[in-house]
């Protein structure tokens, strides 16, 4: 299973990466792709919309059935990938590519990323 | 442990992602299950069913009783070889299961019930029995019994192991292609074959050779010897027939607008509310059939229909549906790869019409969808 070393993880299978401009982008994993089959449909959350760690935020549905996804990191919706709202099938094509939406991270943030798994924690858990 | 069919090494080898269904380890599918669904459309797919259960009957009361225990009527099948789909009600009139049978003879049928309700059916079978003369042998095989198992006749019958291997795997091949591939890879079959008409099957050596499927295509679903399905399977693959697991089925089905048991009825729903009206026979007014007192008695409330949903999304299962004449449930939902949308078969109140729009209920959202006759793509056609 393709787990990146430069990505944090959450156990619900969320992957998280803090960018250069302060802002995180969310997707789901390689393994949580996998495991749910042939996406197709994104429902994503309203850009502007503030939301909790652990909050669930989105649903990527598959033929097979509906998978809510938790926001890893607390903040606000700055961006959502309408490319992959429009072709859910390229998360199964590369699950770290195609991210879900980008937060704004809130103060309490850096402690939440903190506490999110490494590659290695994150694989040990599959 | 899960039970195996006699093909489970062939779908590991073929690199199939398993999982449990009603404690069957079966193939989900083999890495698309789109793919596989555009395959049993566009060309020819293969299926395991060996998890249903082929049961043999016989004896010379095998056809009395089988009027007296389906709610359609075999004495309508008179050329060896042809099949029938009926339910087998309770006394209220429920579902306890729908399945095919086959006539062979007056005295001989076979008839294949779903996996995960055989344990319910075999007894309630048995038991409808008492004061016919007739025999009803297991011919359905796992890692458990790899034998067939035969039981003697009447209710209280005890049951025994076959002393050979009686034991029988089933495999479904379907699509335009697909009875052509299976021609390609056993030649010798076609003339046996070639001739049979829709619902009608063949004995061919050992095997029985069906033109029945559960897609909504063309094909042949063959019951052969446990021993025979692995060096089968591996012949109808090298003919070109792509493998193809239970999710591509549901999907398949569900465009075909084929009810499921235990999603789209069960014990509390009544054939007439589950669109199988046309599988319930009443002609003959003597017949005395289970469930026959509870259907005629009752007026059904709901009717059943196809849902196609016009704004994004996915319907699916137990959504609720809102009309002008009351709240509805959907019963089965998915997306249909051949539509490239999502649809549905739905229980909805008496007097929503055909074509109307009503509203399904997502998570927190209100979406809009069309009423529509529940059969969406036959012979690879969208029929809408």
Known sequence: MNTPDNLKYAASHEWARLDADGTVTIGITDHAQEALGDIVFLELPAVGRVVKAGEECAVVESVKAASDIYSPVSGEVVDINQAAADAPESINTDAYANWLFRIKPAATSAAELGALLDATAYAATL | ?384
């Open chain 2, 1 to 384: 442990m899960p039970l195996r069919t006699p093909l489970y090494e062939s779908h590991l080898a073929a690199g199939a992602k398993m999982v449990d269904f009603s404690g069957w380890e079966m193939p989900i599918h083999y890495g698309s299950q789109i793919e596989e669904h555009h395959a049993v459309r566009r060309d020819a797919g293969m299926f395991d069913v060996s998890h249903m259960c082929a049961l043999d009957l016989s004896g010379p009361d095998a056809r009395d009783y089988l009027r007296h225990l389906l709610a359609n009527d075999v004495a309508k099948l008179t050329t060896p070889g042809k099949a029938l789909y009926s339910c087998l009600l309770n006394e209220t009139g429920g579902v306890i299961d729908d399945l095919i049978v086959y006539f062979f003879s007056p005295q001989r049928y076979r008839i294949v019930v779903n996996a995960g309700t055989a344990a319910k059916d075999i007894p309630w079978m048995r038991a409808q029995l008492a004061g016919f003369k007739a025999e009803l042998s297991v011919r359905r095989a796992d890692n458990d019994n790899p034998v067939a198992i035969i039981a003697a006749q009447g209710p209280d019958a005890r049951e025994r192991r076959s002393t050979g291997n009686d034991a029988v795997a089933m495999i479904a091949v379907q699509g335009p292609r697909g009875r052509e591939r299976f021609w390609a890879a056993f030649p010798a079959s076609r003339t046996a074959t070639e001739p049979l008409g829709i619902f009608q099957a063949a004995e061919w050596k050992e095997w029985m050779i069906a033109r029945t499927g559960y897609t909504g295509e063309d094909g042949f679903e063959i019951t052969l010897p446990a021993d025979d399905a692995a060096q089968a399977w591996q012949n109808l693959r090298e003919a070109g027939i792509k493998p193809c697991g239970l999710g591509a089925r549901d999907t398949l089905r569900l465009e075909a607008g084929m009810n499921l048991y235990g999603q789209d009825m069960d014990e509390d729903i009544s054939p007439f509310e589950a669109g199988l009206r046309w599988t319930v026979d009443l002609k003959d007014a003597a017949r005395n059939f289970v469930g026959k007192q509870a259907l005629t008695a009752g007026q059904p409330r709901n009717q059943f229909a196809g849902l196609l949903l016009l704004d994004r999304g996915v319907l699916r299962a137990h959504q609720k549906v809102i009309t002008p004449q009351g709240e509805g449930e959907i019963t089965s939902g998915s997306f249909s790869p051949s539509l490239n949308q999502s649809i549905a078969l739905a229980r909805l109140p008496e007097g929503v019409a055909i074509g109307s729009e009503v509203e399904v209920e997502i998570r927190d959202k209100r979406l809009k969808a069309r009423v529509v006759k529940p059969s969406f793509v036959r012979n690879g056609t969208p029929l809408l």
